[in-house]
């Protein structure tokens, strides 16, 4: 293992220089250079950031990137383990946290068996990280209980793109392309918000005289570019998607060669269409019938055109279906494979693409292998140098592992990379089966909501100590230096797995001393798998600055458009499927007559571990907030700024109220940046996407009152 003396002695000094690095934040991953400047405040150091040169950001940076480093150099940072003692952190050498780890890990093992020990994961840890954890939990710890907080993300474009595609890459073709697109539509996203670096695009498209289309049930910095936006219940995107289906069919839009030689099942989709109502569509989602038309026919008759799906889509008990009805409409006009044409599911965490493809979700190992077909398990044990036999079998959902450690099945859990008690559904559950357990571990930079329930926390380094590759939304593998040393005793994630695992008596199969080897047993584990990145190497990542995957070889160039000439099933083709509405899990009544989503603001990240961290950031939204339309506030006696409660069927959060006129009447909106009493997850539903497992975090029935003292 690299000592930290000899970790100490390749990292560039701080504040020498420029530092170029990556932001940790969004799944855009925009490169930009820290340099510390002249500090007014004595001998502390005062760091200023800015873009550099970039292929996917084009040298942009937003607030969270040009801030991120306050957070790295935070007095909050965790510096050295912490045991809880007589229910107090105390502090304790590494040696003894791995004799901690080892001795309560193998008590659980003995007592209940490897399956009682689960491992959660994050989707912003780097690639050779989330390998290494998939690794390690089935190789070290041989458990089936591993999934990541990138279920709550991605997996429902994930699945639909599989099964759409016969692959899953966050975009089918570059960011480049968007200002070539006649017609975008913009389906629960938020790009000026979520990733505002990438507007330009967009703004440039315009420029080219696009048609932008945005569906979305507020009215946001994104729908502001919109020439139309459709204000839709939430809900009911995948009934949306069929009124402009039938559109496009009905008005000859469809491309019939494109649909012949290309796709399956399309009769079957044009039945199911025929068969549609427009004015009962418009009744349900509260579009009207016009601007549905309006929509379909600028999608249709564009030459070009780009869908884009995220989590205002994706998060639904039907989230999986309604993600797979817009790729019909893409199928329907033919608008994939060519310049200027594709999909969009615009990853949220920063390594979210790369954290899903190589062995963190239940169901699979690296290269988006899966973890029940035989030849891929025999293919990574061999890899891996083990008895395909040894290795466990599926495990389940992030979500459905909360439920495990309610149960009692789960007794012990590793928690790296991730908040769950904020980013889960149901939070007031997930709290309290997390503080049942036998034993807790948690890898964090801060003393997160989670990390404050453990016995054992262990300090990780941050985005500007940590190299690894990551892979943002286009499916770009891109290499982030290191260009700091790490504070105090904290180490890398990486470092930690293989450390741990020797400690278990597993060494032997992590003697990993950097993350370049870790990435290239990553290579092979990958080769000739969906997601192959055997053809990637550092040193073309330092040359390339990004290589696309797939790319099965080192002199492949890297597929930066896909779908060309055929798709990834075994048939070459792409696959329609009919779509029914189905209705959300909840519906507003008496007792809660309002619908609650949730979503992001420009200043925060995830669960705000970070950016709360963050002067800069904290500034601009100091506390969380709920939106609500005018007349509805006056309905429940709400005054703008007032301190309200809101309460569903779990539970029961307190914000701030904001009357705005940008969100509908019948719902309101409340990030999800804050734990406590703040935690919107105390609200959410936590019903699941039968096929993806997505919980259904954008619709929950609420009500909504003042607070404290204006009750009286």
């Known amino acids: 293992m690299e000592t930290g003396t000899e970790r100490k002695e390749r990292m560039p000094a701080a504040g020498i220089g420029n530092m170029l690095t990556q932001c940790p934040y969004c799944s855009v991953q925009c490169k930009m250079t820290v340099e510390e400047v002249a500090s007014l405040y004595g001998s502390r150091k005062v760091y200023r950031a800015e873009g550099a040169p970039n292929a996917a950001s084009e040298g942009r940076l937003c607030v969270k990137g040009k801030n991120a480093h306050q957070h790295a150099v935070s007095r909050e940072r965790l510096r050295e383990p912490l045991l809880k003692s007589d229910g107090e952190f105390v502090r304790i050498t590494w040696e003894e946290a791995y004799r901690v780890l080892k001795e309560r890990l193998s008590a659980v093992r003995r007592t209940y068996g490897n399956d009682a020990v689960g491992v959660y994961g994050g989707g912003s840890l780097t690639n050779e990280s989330a390998y290494l954890l998939g690794k390690f939990a089935r190789v070290a710890l041989r458990t089936r209980y591993i999934d990541y907080n990138g279920r709550?993300?991605?997996?429902?474009?994930?699945?639909?793109?599989?099964?759409?595609?016969?692959?899953?890459?966050?975009?089918?073709?570059?960011?480049?392309?968007?200002?070539?697109?006649?017609?975008?539509?913009?389906?629960?996203?938020?790009?000026?918000?979520?990733?505002?670096?990438?507007?330009?695009?967009?703004?440039?498209?315009?420029?080219?005289?696009?048609?932008?289309?945005?569906?979305?049930?507020?009215?946001?910095?994104?729908?502001?570019?919109?020439?139309?936006?459709?204000?839709?219940?939430?809900g009911t995107d995948a009934a949306l998607a069929n009124g402009l289906l039938k559109v496009i069919l009905a008005e000859g839009l469809a491309d019939e060669a494109f649909i012949r030689e290309r796709t399956t099942g399309f009769q079957e989709l044009r039945e199911h269409a025929e068969k549609l109502d427009l004015e009962q569509i418009a009744a349900l989602t509260g579009v009207a019938v016009a601007d549905i038309r309006r929509a379909a026919v600028a999608y249709g008759r564009a030459r070009t055109g780009m869908i884009f799906t995220a989590r205002g889509v994706e998060q639904h008990s039907d989230g999986h279906m309604a993600v797979r009805n817009f790729l019909n409409l893409i199928l329907a006009t033919g608008k994939i494979g060519r310049e200027g044409c594709g999909y969009g599911a615009v990853t949220g965490q920063g390594n979210g693409q790369g954290g899903r493809e190589h062995g963190q979700k239940a169901d699979q190992l690296p290269g988006y292998r899966l973890i029940e077909n035989p030849r891929d398990r025999e293919y990574v044990a061999g890899v891996w140098g083990i008895?395909?036999?040894?290795?466990?079998?599926?495990?389940?959902?992030?979500?459905?592992?909360?439920?495990?450690?309610?149960?009692?099945?789960?007794?012990?859990?590793?928690?790296?990379?991730?908040?769950?008690?904020?980013?889960?559904?149901?939070?007031?559950?997930?709290?309290?089966?997390?503080?049942?357990?036998?034993?807790?571990?948690?890898?964090?930079?801060?003393?997160?909501?989670?990390?404050?329930?453990?016995?054992?926390?262990?300090?990780?380094?941050?985005?500007?100590?940590?190299?690894?590759?990551?892979?943002?939304?286009?499916?770009?593998?891109?290499?982030?230096?290191?260009?700091?040393?790490?504070?105090?005793?904290?180490?890398h994630d990486w470092r930690i797995l293989c450390e741990l695992a020797d400690a278990l008596g597993c060494g032997d199969k992590f003697t990993f001393h950097g993350p370049e080897q870790i990435f290239d047993e990553l290579r092979e584990a990958s080769r000739g798998g969906a997601a192959d990145y055997y053809g990637i190497t550092y040193e073309r990542l330092r040359r390339e600055e990004g290589v696309y995957w797939p790319c099965p070889s080192p002199d492949h160039p890297?597929?930066?458009?896909?779908?060309?000439?055929?798709?990834?099933?075994?048939?070459?083709?792409?696959?329609?499927?009919?779509?029914?509405?189905?209705?959300?899990?909840?519906?507003?009544?008496?007792?809660?007559?309002?619908?609650?989503?949730?979503?992001?603001?420009?200043?925060?990240?995830?669960?705000?571990?970070?950016?709360?961290?963050?002067?800069?950031?904290?500034?601009?939204?100091?506390?969380?907030?709920?939106?609500?339309?005018?007349?509805?506030a006056r309905k429940h006696r709400i005054a703008d700024g007032m301190l309200v409660q809101v309460t569903s069927r779990r539970g029961a959060v307190i914000v701030r109220s904001r009357v705005t006129g940008d969100v509908r009447e019948d719902t309101v909106f409340i990030p999800m940046h804050w734990g406590g009493v703040q935690n919107v997850n105390r609200l959410t539903n936590p019903a699941l996407d039968p096929i993806c497992r997505m919980p259904d975090f954008k619709v929950s029935a609420v009500r909504v009152e003042p607070y404290g003292p204006a009750l009286r």
Do not use: W
């Open 152 to 234: 709550f993300c991605m997996s429902a474009a994930a699945s639909a793109g599989v099964k759409t595609f016969g692959i899953d890459r966050g975009l089918t073709n570059r960011l480049s392309e968007i200002p070539q697109a006649e017609c975008l539509i913009l389906a629960g996203t938020n790009i000026a918000e979520c990733q505002p670096t990438l507007m330009p695009y967009f703004t440039k498209a315009k420029e080219n005289g696009a048609y932008i289309v945005v569906v979305d049930p507020r009215a946001t910095g994104t729908s502001a570019l919109a020439d139309l936006h459709l204000q839709v219940r939430p």
């Open 387 to 491: 008895d395909p036999a040894d290795l466990p079998g599926k495990g389940v959902s992030a979500y459905e592992m909360m439920e495990l450690v309610r149960d009692k099945q789960i007794r012990a859990l590793l928690i790296m990379g991730s908040n769950p008690i904020v980013s889960n559904p149901n939070a007031d559950m997930v709290e309290e089966g997390l503080a049942g357990l036998d034993f807790l571990a948690v890898a964090d930079m801060f003393l997160s909501e989670t990390a404050k329930l453990a016995d054992l926390v262990l300090p990780v380094t941050s985005y500007m100590e940590n190299a690894g590759t990551m892979t943002n939304l286009e499916g770009r593998v891109l290499l982030r230096e290191a260009v700091r040393p790490a504070p105090g005793e904290a180490r």
């Open 558 to 632: 890297g597929t930066k458009r896909l779908f060309e000439q055929s798709f990834a099933h075994e048939d070459g083709r792409a696959a329609f499927a009919v779509v029914n509405h189905r209705p959300p899990e909840e519906e507003a009544d008496r007792e809660y007559p309002l619908l609650m989503t949730n979503g992001r603001l420009l200043a925060h990240y995830l669960t705000g571990v970070q950016t709360r961290r963050s002067p800069a950031l904290t500034a601009r939204e100091i506390e969380n907030v709920m939106e609500i339309h005018p007349r509805t």
